[in-house]
């Protein structure tokens, strides 16, 4: 004697079959795999946020003379960078060359990712002052753009600091550094880095 056939599950195998089947070969394998420079999309797991950064690039650097003072001078420089993941990919590291006119100096960028709130904190270490760990932004990704804030001060009045990456491609993204002295309200760009990928 046959048993008798659920015909709900049927249908449900049915439905997840038809849908499967439905997903293109490279839309299914680009959700499955990692951000690399191959597969730059950005991810849904937001561990793999600053996947599309790891490798080695150029830097065109425009920066604003003095911040917060109405200045409108701004100072062009290149530079180099070299980025990696730490901590099991929970964590990562840019290393980079900064070729200001008045000379060259090394900084990085430290990254750590939390799994309970879902963000990253990003600290800046200059090698000039290599005992000062800057007050680190805080934020994540939404829509291909990353923001991030932090709350510290200059020239001893309180500032908000602002860094935001966007235009990420395979080959190239782009970072910004703001600052707003009215919490908020009105932000200055200080800050600018357009990144192109040699490695």
């Not at 080695?56 to 425009?62: E, G, I, K, L």
């Not at 805080?138 to 829509?143: A, D, L, Q």
């Not at 309180?158 to 935001?164: D, E, G, H, L, Y």
Request: charged share 20%; with cysteine.
């Amino acid at each position: 004697m046959t048993p008798d056939i659920d015909r709900r599950n049927v249908m449900r195998l049915s439905l997840l079959a038809a849908a499967v089947s439905s997903i293109p070969l490279g839309a299914a394998k680009s959700l499955a795999d990692p951000i690399t420079p191959e597969n730059p999309a950005m991810t849904t797991d937001p561990l793999h946020d600053f996947d599309f950064f790891f490798g080695s690039w150029t830097v065109q650097h425009r920066r604003l003379k003095e911040r917060l003072v109405n200045c409108t001078e701004w100072v062009e420089f290149d530079g180099a960078c070299t980025a990696q993941k730490l901590l099991g990919g929970s964590g990562n590291i840019d290393d980079n060359v900064v070729n200001l006119p008045g000379g060259a100096y090394r900084a990085i960028s430290l990254r750590a990712f939390d799994e309970k709130t879902r963000s990253w904190a990003i600290w800046w270490l200059d090698a000039r002052t290599p005992h000062a760990l800057e007050t680190p932004v805080i934020g994540s990704f939404e829509n291909g753009i990353g923001t991030f804030l932090a709350d510290d001060t200059l020239r001893d009045q309180p500032i908000k600091v602002r860094f935001r990456w966007s235009d990420i491609t395979p080959t190239a993204c782009h970072w910004e550094q703001a600052f707003s002295p009215d919490g908020g309200a009105s932000w200055e760009v200080n800050w600018v880095m357009q990144f192109t990928r040699t490695a």
